[in-house]
């Protein structure tokens, strides 16, 4: 990413990480690429919100000094201190040592911890403000969107807000607005997003937004560190936001499954064709060939979970085992589930699954199956997800 022009005074500086494609360790596949966004504000005095991730410090600093030399930086803002945004402040700081830096106690803490610096340190709160010129930016407190550190900066002379992980997306690219690229796919990024970062925060996100939504802010520009600035979609983006949070779900179905020798794939296949003959959306995840990232961002507003397993050594699969325990920090509400697999001679697969999750749905009656269903037994299969479709529509 070149500096970009945002609009009058704002500059985009930050870079894109075309080719990343793990983000939170392996938790998440961003196939589309990352983008690390910094945003420069020319004004009485100059003001740079947020960073990058260590190892693009050189393209950020490149980027400033096409606007402006970046020993003349006076404010730095750090809405965030996750390293993928703070990974260039120690540098950037030995460039500027007489900017003041701005944050949340939380911030500041943290920038200690991973830096063993914070510069000269001004600690903010919601409700307080920063004057740089023709400029007065507001700060707001949003802790665990997504970490307690995190706020957002608002600037009403540009009607923007700079939202850091709010209404962010995964998504490379060499354009900067929402309305310079694809909407669906920018959208299904979003979706993917919210899954994988702030869907354990539903209650948080719902009354930071009541919250903001009384401060009567004039926005015009949503400025997030990933991904596009929205200019035209904010209401869209805005809706979705509302929707997410609130546990608002579709009658469709996400049946999720692992097996070992096609078995309970065997189930899976029969549950969904049962689950669709009621006219119920559904799609078939096998978690060892499809990523969570992908399974999550379908499961976000799908009102029926269906998860299989076969048994092995008296446990359900450790792949499945492993986005279970993914699955139950999202602290989900409102859905309807039923466990199911394949054993051989203990079958505890099906209580593993019910017992690792209980705390995000509730469940129906179990399937289980000896060894390969035979043709009545997928039969049954075929009317438990027939049952459980009707069960999805009516309720």
């Known amino acids: 990413m070149t500096t970009k022009l945002i609009k009058e005074g704002i500059y985009s500086v930050g870079v894109v990480d ?71 402040f120690a540098q950037i700081l030995k460039i500027c040592p007489n900017a003041k830096v701005y944050g949340t106690e939380k911030a500041r803490q943290g920038l200690l911890k991973y830096y063993g610096v914070c510069g000269d340190w001004v600690t903010v709160k919601s409700g307080q403000s920063l004057n740089i010129g023709k400029r007065t930016l507001d700060f707001i407190d949003v802790p665990m969107i997504h970490w307690p550190d995190s706020m957002f900066t608002y600037s009403a002379y540009d009607k923007t807000l700079f939202s850091n992980d709010g209404f962010g997306q995964h998504y490379a690219t ?163 589930s039923f466990a199911f697999g394949s054993y051989g001679w203990s079958g505890e697969a099906v209580k593993d699954i019910e017992d690792t999750i209980s705390n995000v749905t509730s469940f129906e009656p179990s399937l289980r199956v000896v060894y390969s269903p035979n043709q009545d037994e997928l039969d049954k299969c075929f009317q438990v997800g027939k049952s459980f479709a009707l069960k999805i529509k009516n309720e």
């Open 18 to 88: 075309w080719n990343e494609r793990h983000f939170h360790g392996y938790t998440y596949v961003t196939k589309r690429g990352v983008t690390y966004n910094a945003y420069l504000i020319i004004d009485e005095k100059i003001t740079l919100i947020d960073t990058v991730r260590e190892g693009f410090q050189k393209e950020l600093i490149e980027n400033i000094k096409n606007v402006v030399d970046p020993s003349k930086i006076d404010v730095i803002i750090i809405n965030h201190i996750e390293p993928d945004h703070s990974g260039a």
């Open 174 to 336: 060499n354009k900067i607005f929402d309305d310079e690229v694809n909407f669906d796919v920018l959208m299904d990024e979003s979706q993917k997003y919210y899954a994988n970062i702030l869907w354990p925060f539903n209650m948080l996100v719902s009354s930071k937004l009541a919250a903001i939504g009384k401060l009567s802010l004039d926005i015009k520009f949503i400025a997030p560190s990933h991904g596009l600035i929205w200019r035209k979609y904010i209401p869209e983006i805005m809706q979705k936001y509302l929707y997410w949070s609130s546990h608002s779900c579709k009658n469709r179905v996400a049946v999720v499954y692992e097996t070992m020798w096609n078995s309970t794939e065997k189930m899976a296949k029969k549950i969904i064709e049962g689950i669709t003959s009621e006219g119920v959306e559904a799609i078939l995840f096998d978690v060892t060939k499809n990523d969570r990232t992908d399974i999550s961002s379908y499961m976000l507003d799908a009102k029926g979970w269906v998860f299989g397993s076969s048994t092995h050594d008296g446990e359900m699969l450790p792949v499945i085992a492993g986005f279970l325990h993914f699955l139950k920090g999202s602290k989900a509400k409102g859905r309807k």
